[in-house]
Structure formats: structure tokens, C-alpha cells
């Protein structure tokens, strides 16, 4: 404890704290400025903790330490391990909790400053999931998700580029680099101009110099534009290749579909997708959240060490043996009429296990025939591409469109039985809700009623013998009533028959004429249906030709407007330079100085003369510097060392000047005593 507590001075002595403790002092601080301290070093680490716990109800100064504290992640020692006595000591300012804490944050308090930082932008808001129902609330959400993931991403890279090791040495190095190659090229320059100016038309020849060099920085920018141009001309008809093909796959579906074939289908879909949407889904989605929601407790809970393992360990050991104390509990009381409940639990349970199975099995085959939609589609294509025709043709399509109707009427008998299911499963919940009321209301009045005659516990002793012969009672009346019950059953199945064929038969009489003029409407309607395809290919092959007429038509027409406003473009900025060129002779060539002065060359060349006195001017101050830089800094030492000795000398001369006072004053007191 003495060295925590030395090194909780040291620290609190020194930057940025500078409180000028000692042990004494410290330790025989009050709560309230305990508290404050606590509070100025958590201030340090989080700027916004920087307040006076005077004028701050206790209440709120412990929930905002406690706050910061978890978000730190710090956990009490075991003497303080009790959540509500570390609350209490933190309330009241206890020295055994303050203490420690102060410790463990001055030992780390630049990890603890990026925690805190980090905290403002990672700790992340719960909504609670009735907020979330709002379409408004939910995209707030999910962008701030995505803004949280995108931070922690940028933090990634700040931190690696910090570790990168660059350095500002290496920058003021490249940076003199730069200076002294810059002072080159000028050099090299001035030197090409004096070159320059002995060849005769060198302004001109530098005027088409200046112009080749921006026609062919124009050049290239034209040709980046073009090669987009193709690239996105290269997209579009990929597009339009795709669209048309789905609008050919589309037509196809469309023209062997029926209204009441796609009602059913959509029907079936409906169900299926409602089924998943409000049962299944829902069980995944809350399991996902539950594991989700262990996941973050997880992470958010501290590193764990050896003793905190064999904890854990050790009360899982004791929640099971509390389980395994529990079961033999309950396999020795053996209530029969848990008995009955559990076969109906049973039944529930292998219902619902059905269910999940049907639709799993169902949601596979779903997914097996898109994924063999897909798989012919692509046949199909490769097919068109070898042979130019269709795969599926005459008898191979009738006997895939007769196995496709088997498949339904098995799907639809699966559907069927899944819905009888589901129905008997919503009844024996009910009746299973109804059952444990009763019985829990029934053995509530027996407990009560053997408490009051004083014989608590004879029903479980009287139930426990007369299980045996119940149960044998029982399964001799089962036996008797499923046989009877069979006869019945076979009785009504021969009566339910025969009123059938009864019902049937006059509907069997009328439907046979129906049938007959079902299969004439059938052949009416393939030979409309193959007049209707070939007048529908023949207007899509000439609306295909027109469309590509159009197009090129198009292209041409935008390809002639671009070269004649690239024409204009061209003749307008050769108009501008002959005129500038001109304005620029005439300039130059006036008697008048002062409108040569406003000549282009004129000006040019007196930037330069400028900027090369500036630069002369700074290159000498620049030397003068260097040259008085380390007598200045010998000068500058000299000084502070003279500081300090006129220091030393006047606390010299202090002491001695007190040293000498309280000799006098006691020397004036022996002279009193002895005059005494």
C-alpha cells in the first residue's frame, strides 16, 4: 500500500497535475477533495469530466465516475468485488476505493486518453426494437452503423501511417532537396533563355512550342474521352443484350401461362413466404440476436485471467449439480399428470420439428429449381449458340410438363398435410395452456386443503401407489377403444365412399362433353397461338432492322454535331491567339515606354529581375543567420548560466542574512536570562 501510495504522489506532483503532495498530506486529504482529485485525473484522460463535484449532486458525480470507469474497463480489486459497496465508497469518497482507482488510472493514462477518445465514436446507442420499426428510425440506424464502421476503419490507417515511421527529419531533408533542385532547374533555365535569345524568331518558335505542347495535352485528354465513350458504349449494349433476353424468357413464360395457374402459384408463394416471414425467420433472427448479443457481452467484458476461469468453472459446476438435484426431484415425484401432458408435449414438439423440416425441405427445393432454371437456361443458350434451336421440343416437353404436374400435386398434397399440422399443433398448444391451468389450480386447493388436516405430502404417496395399477387400467380401456374405434372408422370410410360415387356421377356425365370441347378449344387455340408467333417474329425482325437504321443514323447525326462544334471551338481559339498576338506587337513595338511597359514580355521580365533580387536578398539573409546562429546560441547559454548564478548567489545571501538574524536573537535572549 506504501508504494501505491508513493507512486500516486509522484504522479499527482507532476505534469500536468503539479498538486505538490506529500505522504502526509495525501493521505489526511478529505472525502470531498479525494473525490476532486479522482475527478481532475479522470478529467485528464476525458476533457468533459472537467467540472467541480461541489456544485454537482453526489448522486450524479458517482453515475458519471461509474460511467467513465466502465467505459475504461475498470474492474475493483477482490476486497471492493461487490458492485454496490464499490458504488457506496465511491458515493462517500472511501480512501480503500478511491485509492486503487487513482493507481490504476495514473499507471496508464495514455492507453486509458485513447479508450476515452475512442469511446465518443465506438460506444454504440441502443434502440430498443419498437423504434426500429420506423422506416425513418431504422436508416438512421443503419447509417450510423455504416458510419461506425467507416471510422474504425479510418482510426485503422491513422495508426498505421503513424507507425510508418515517417519522420520530420526525413521531410526537412526532402524539402532542401527539393530547394536546392528547384535553385537547379533555375539555373538551368536562365542559362536556356540567354541560349534562346541569340536564335532569330525565338518568340515565335516558343509561341508553337507552347501551342504543339497544349494540343497534345488536348490530344490525350480527347483520347481518355473516347476510350470512356467506347467503354460505356461497350456497357450499354451488354444492357440492351440482357434486356433482351430477359424480355424474350419473360414472353416465353408468358404464352404457356395460365390466370388460374399463377393465381395457385401465387398463392402457394404467398403462404410459403408469409410461413417464413412470421414463424421461421423470426426464431433464426432472434437465436442470430441472442448469439450476437453474448458475442458483444463478451467482448465488452475485460480480459479474463486464470482466477476468473476457475470461478466460472466452479459455478457452472454448482448450476449443475443444481439441474441433476432438480431432475432426480422430479423423477421422484413422478406426477401422472405430467405424465399425460408430456405425451401431448411430445406430439407438439414432433409437430413442430414436422413443420420445420417441411419447410426447410421446401425452401431447399426452391432453391434446387432455380438453381436448375439457371442451369437450363444456360443449356439452352449454349444449345442456340451450337444448333440455333430450342432443347425442349414434342414429346420431351410433354413429358417434362407431366412431371412437372406430378411434382405439384405432390407439392400441393405436402402443403396440405403441412396445414393440418400446423392447425393440430395450434389446437394442442391450447390444449396444453388449458391443462397445466387446471392442473396447477387443482394442486394448489390439494396442498392447501392437506395443510389444513395436517397431512401435507399424502397425495403424492397415495398418487405414487396408485400409478402402477392406473397405468395398467389405462392402456387395457386404450386397447379396447382403438379397436373399437377402428371398426367405426372402417364403417364411416365405406359409407363416406359409396355417398361419393353417388355425388360423382352425375358431374362425371357432365364433364365428359366438356372435355370434348376442351381438347377442340386446345387445337383452336395452337393453331392461333402459332399464327400470333410467326406475325410476332416477322414485326420484331423489321422493328429490330429500323432500330438499327436509328441507331446509326444517330451516330452519325451526333458525330457530325461534335466535329462541327470541335470545328468552331478550334476556329474561336485561334481567333483569340492571332488577336492576343497582335495586341502584343503592337505593344511591343509603340515609341511610347509607358505603353511598352504594359507589354506581356515586359512584365514578365521584370517578375523575374524581382523575384531574383528577392531571392538574392534571402539567400544573403539566410547566410547571415547560419553564419551568427552559433554564437547567438553560446550567447543565449551564456546568459541563462549567468541567471542562474545571480540566483544561487541572492538565495545565498538570503540565508545568510537569516542565519545571522536569529543569532542575534539568540544572543539577546542569554543576555536576558543572565540579567534575570
Known amino acids: 500500500m506504501s508504494n501505491q501510495l508513493k507512486f500516486i504522489v509522484e504522479k499527482l506532483n507532476n505534469e500536468p497535475f503539479k498538486k505538490n503532495y506529500n505522504l502526509i498530506t495525501f493521505d489526511s486529504l478529505e472525502p470531498m477533495q479525494l473525490l476532486q482529485v479522482l475527478n481532475d485525473v479522470l478529467a485528464e484522460v476525458d476533457p468533459k469530466h472537467s467540472v467541480d463535484i461541489r456544485e454537482e449532486m453526489p448522486d450524479q458525480t458517482a453515475k458519471r465516475m461509474l460511467n467513465i470507469l466502465g467505459i475504461l474497463k475498470y474492474r475493483p480489486p477482490g476486497n471492493t ?3 454496490s459497496t464499490f458504488r457506496q465508497g465511491l458515493v462517500v469518497g472511501s480512501k480503500p476505493v478511491i485509492h486503487p482507482v487513482l493507481y490504476w488510472v495514473l499507471q496508464r493514462t495514455s492507453e486509458l486518453k485513447k ?23 431504422a436508416e438512421t440506424n443503419k447509417q450510423y452503423e455504416e458510419l461506425m464502421d467507416c471510422f ?18 526525413e521531410i526537412r531533408r526532402d524539402i532542401s532537396a527539393m530547394e536546392e533542385e528547384k535553385d537547379q532547374l533555375m539555373k538551368r533555365v536562365e542559362r536556356l533563355k540567354k541560349r534562346v535569345e541569340s536564335v532569330q524568331n525565338h518568340r515565335r518558335m516558343l509561341e508553337i512550342a507552347r501551342q504543339l505542347r497544349v494540343e497534345k495535352e488536348r490530344e490525350e485528354s480527347l483520347g481518355q474521352q473516347k476510350q470512356e465513350q467506347k467503354n460505356q458504349l461497350f456497357h450499354a449494349e451488354q444492357r440492351l443484350q440482357r434486356a433482351q433476353h430477359q424480355l424474350k424468357n419473360m414472353r416465353h413464360a408468358a404464352a404457356d ?16 413466404n408469409s410461413y417464413m416471414v412470421s414463424e421461421k425467420l423470426p426464431k433464426e433472427l432472434e437465436s442470430k440476436r441472442q448469439t450476437m448479443h453474448s458475442l458483444q457481452k463478451v467482448v465488452t467484458e475485460p480480459a479474463m485471467g486464470q482466477s476468473d476461469l476457475s470461478e466460472l468453472e466452479a459455478k457452472i459446476h454448482e448450476v449443475n449439480a443444481q439441474i441433476n438435484q432438480l431432475i432426480e426431484k422430479r423423477m421422484r415425484r413422478n ?36 438453381g436448375l432454371g439457371k442451369e437450363r437456361e444456360h443449356k439452352s443458350s449454349q444449345a442456340r449458340d451450337v444448333d440455333g434451336a430450342e432443347v425442349l421440343k414434342g414429346d420431351e416437353f410433354k413429358r417434362y410438363v407431366s412431371k412437372l404436374r406430378w411434382k405439384s400435386t405432390v407439392f400441393k398434397k405436402k402443403r396440405q398435410e403441412l396445414a393440418e399440422l400446423s392447425a393440430e399443433y395450434g389446437v394442442l398448444q391450447r390444449t396444453e395452456a388449458i391443462l397445466k391451468q387446471r392442473h396447477d389450480s387443482m394442486q394448489q386447493q390439494l396442498q392447501t386443503i392437506e395443510q389444513k388436516r395436517g397431512i401435507s405430502g399424502y397425495s403424492d404417496t397415495q398418487e405414487e401407489i396408485e400409478r402402477v395399477s392406473s397405468v395398467k387400467g389405462e392402456m387395457d380401456e386404450m386397447k379396447g377403444r382403438t379397436l373399437d374405434d377402428m371398426s367405426e372408422m ?3 370410410l365405406n359409407s363416406m365412399i359409396a355417398d361419393k360415387k353417388s355425388a360423382l356421377a352425375p358431374v362425371i356425365k357432365e364433364l365428359r362433353p366438356l372435355r370434348q370441347k376442351c381438347q377442340e378449344l386446345t387445337q383452336e387455340y395452337d393453331e392461333k397461338k402459332a399464327q400470333y408467333d410467326s406475325c410476332a417474329a416477322g414485326l420484331e425482325s423489321n422493328r429490330s432492322k429500323l432500330e438499327q437504321e436509328v441507331r446509326g443514323l444517330q451516330e452519325a447525326c451526333t458525330q457530325a454535331e461534335s466535329q462541327y462544334h470541335s470545328i468552331n471551338l478550334m476556329k474561336k481559339n485561334a481567333e483569340i491567339l492571332m488577336q492576343r498576338a497582335a495586341d502584343e506587337m503592337k505593344a511591343y513595338v509603340v515609341p511610347d515606354p509607358q505603353e511598352r511597359r504594359k507589354a506581356v514580355r515586359e512584365q514578365y521580365t521584370r517578375n523575374i529581375l524581382e523575384q531574383e533580387n528577392l531571392g538574392k536578398k534571402l539567400k544573403e539573409k539566410q547566410k547571415s543567420v547560419r553564419e551568427s546562429h552559433g554564437p547567438n546560441m553560446k550567447q543565449g547559454k551564456m546568459w541563462r548560466d549567468f541567471e542562474q548564478l545571480m540566483e544561487s548567489k541572492k538565495q545565498c545571501f538570503l540565508k545568510q542574512q537569516n542565519q545571522v538574524s536569529v543569532g542575534q536573537v539568540i544572543q539577546g535572549g542569554g543576555e536576558d536570562r543572565l540579567i534575570l
Open 257 to 272: 401461362a395460365k390466370p388460374e395457374g399463377l393465381m395457385k402459384r401465387l398463392e402457394e408463394e404467398i403462404k410459403f
Open 335 to 370: 406426477d401422472p399428470m405430467d405424465d399425460k401432458l408430456s405425451l401431448f408435449r411430445q406430439q407438439a414438439a414432433i409437430i413442430a420439428r414436422k413443420k420445420e423440416t417441411k419447410a426447410e425441405e421446401l425452401q431447399e427445393a426452391k432453391e434446387e429449381l432455380v
Open 152 to 169: 474504425k476503419t479510418l482510426h485503422k490507417e491513422c495508426e498505421q501511417l503513424k507507425s510508418s515511421g515517417f519522420s520530420t527529419a
Open 115 to 137: 479508450r476515452a477518445y475512442l469511446s465518443r465514436f465506438l460506444v454504440k446507442l441502443e434502440v430498443p426494437t419498437e423504434f426500429l420499426q420506423d422506416d425513418i428510425v
Open 81 to 83: 468485488g461487490d458492485m
Open 490 to 492: 372402417v364403417k364411416k
